[in-house]
């Protein structure tokens, strides 16, 4: 490892202790008061945030700096490279709907993408046809953080309701916009979930609002003309472990609203004929049954997991009378085979389902029940299931894309199974895939379990255990990390890195009991699993203990903060993105955005003495200990509604305090930013050099 020589002394938190006592367990918090009081103000207007606090973190970001000042040119070096591989005017390939097709694109130096259409069937890479309906620079211009929401048109294509956040803290503003003239409209509808849904004639819409803990848990009709004051009330959801989202058909017959947590959920829809009409229950929510509504003409499509189909299966029920009682079997349900989206069309249902650790992309004839999944052949891959725009339709798009292999998309057609190659991602500066090699090995976890690990490196990499690793790790929520092509990985890859993803328990890698078995009272097996993954990389040849770098975010970021404390010996230094890492804390404060609804996942220790305990047991911030820490990076957002700030400051604080070995723990604050970071495509890049470029450094790779 390269030793950080010559720093200043690190910043010293001051310590206030603050105790707490719950099950007859009384902690302390030292660093409590990093928390401020105004928070919810401040994700709104972060020029509040008390003084203390800000001088604080700006104090840790020029410790930072300080740290990695003697990287700064590799950094360029790193940007220059990951610009580089991107193509800066590249454009999506757009998507047919009406007399219009509407895409996306970047102009060269451009920031934020903008939104056009051209005519039906013109040619998208003729920058001539495009009209420019919203323009992503033009509206971000002067704003140190800017991110575009959704863009909805009307069925007739006049108007389009489309979102943004200037804050990062995830607080949307809806505006309308008439597509003739390019002006938007009086209406401003703030505090929302950043896109809507209209109504078929595009005189009004439906949102989310966003509540002052950040919990979508109202909807509204908002009438174009009128005052957001004056909006209807559709429905409200009491229940603050629930969420609300809302979508619409491609039929433009229903609006469909949804309420879930992790492992529940219910659907009411509206008729859009009777726009006015009560929210109709499809069928009332059971905790741990989930259920997903999708229109196919005279029958709703229901992907669920009711009556122990773990791996989920497909009903279906007509519209006239959708209730649970009415719901017929069409895919049953096949352990070990997890479907994971569908869709309808007028002739055919597709699916998304993974099987083996592999995704497949299912079609079923709707007329004859014959069904087929499109092949593949790499070991490893990664897939995306677009559909299409309308409902009347042969043709559905999908992107294939693996470590190796650049991003693809195709137009399928269902009817004759041909396959239309759209686009390949281009990479401006070079990419020959036979440079790399893609493996896939089985990791042992402690009770036997194989951890499946997707690896990409050069061909003339070393497999003696000289390499370097960047093993990155999830493992929450039943995500699941795809093996897919990234081109900023191979400024590592190319310095001789081995690059690894752990497909560790938590996620649905292998399947609904995947995600079970990573969750709740089972959730050390994600992080035994990621040591698993470490240990399998070095037994294997592929690098050696003390030279592996582990990253992961949000609560990926738990995963760090866990396998800091288990095993610091195997890593030469940790990345925590946005680190989840105060878990404890978090779930006893039923105040914070996401703690009702999180509660499923991890459990609710606030009425549960084993729930507490457990999370007690393994959350980061309450289990560091006086031992030698590697170098750890800590990344955080102002304004980040779903990993407060003060989680990564906290545990910064405390691992500095306790750490008895010589490795510099840092801390970088975003002051303008929220959970993902900056919000413009090379700000982004930046501070991926910026974490690639202390990878490199504990990697004694700075040089390169």
Known sequence: MTEFSNLPAPPKAETKP????????????????????????????????????????????????????????????????????IKEDDSSVPGKDGPYAYGSAYRTGGEQPYIYRIPRDGDFNDVVLRTVLLDGDKEGDGKAYFDLGGFDHTSDHSRALWGYDDKGSEFYTLRVRD?????????????????????????????????????????????????????????????????VGLGGSLLDDFIFIDVHDHQTSEVRIIPTGQ?????????????????????????????????????????EAPVSAPGKANWKELVPHQEGRLILAHMAFARHLVWLERFAGLPRIVIRDRATGEEYAIAFDEEAYALGLQGANEYDTDIIRFSYSSMTTPSQLYDYNMATRARTLLKTQEVPSGHNPDDYVTRRIQAKAADGELVPVSIVYRKDTPLDGTAPALLYGYG?????????????????????????????????????AWYENGKMGSKKNTFSDFIAAADALVAEGFTSYGNIVAEGGSAGGMLMGAVANMAPEKFAGIIAAVPFVDVLNTMLDDTLPLTPPEWPEWGNPITSEEAYDYIASYSPYDNVATKPYPAIFALAGLTDPRVTYWEPAKWVARLREHTTGTAPILLRTNMDAGHGGASGRFQRLEELALEYAFALKVAGKADS
């Not at 009330?233 to 009491?238: A, Q, S």
């Not at 069928?283 to 259920?291: D, G």
Request: glycine content about 10%.
């Open 18 to 85: 603050q105790h707490d006592t719950r099950h007859g367990r009384k902690r302390t918090d030292e660093y409590a008061w990093l928390r401020a009081d105004n928070w919810q103000a401040m994700f709104k207007d972060p020029t509040i945030l008390d003084a203390g606090i800000r001088a604080h973190l700006e104090a840790e970001n020029a410790y930072m700096k300080a740290a990695l000042a003697d990287t700064e040119a590799l950094q360029k070096k790193l940007f220059a490279e990951m610009r580089g591989r």
């Open 179 to 243: 597509l003739e003239t390019g002006r938007d409209l009086d209406d401003v509808i703030a505090n929302t979930g950043g896109s809507g849904v209209w109504a078929p004639d595009g005189k009004s819409f439906f949102y989310t609002e966003v509540d002052d803990n950040h919990r979508p848990s109202r909807v509204f009709h908002h009438i174009v003309g009128t005052k957001q004051s004056d909006d209807r009330l559709v429905y409200e959801e009491k229940d603050p472990g629930f969420f």
């Open 275 to 315: 726009i006015d009409a009560t929210p109709e229950l499809v069928a009332e929510r059971e905790t741990m049954v989930e259920y997903d509504v999708t229109e196919g003409g005279d029958v709703f499509y229901i992907l669920t997991n009711d009556g122990g189909a773990k791996d989920f299966k497909i009903m």
């Open 476 to 512: 929450a929520y039943g995500i699941t990390i795809p093996a897919s092509f990234s081109t900023n990985c191979l400024s590592l890859v190319d310095r001789g890195f081995v690059y690894a993803i752990a497909h560790i328990r938590g996620g649905k890698d292998k399947g609904f």
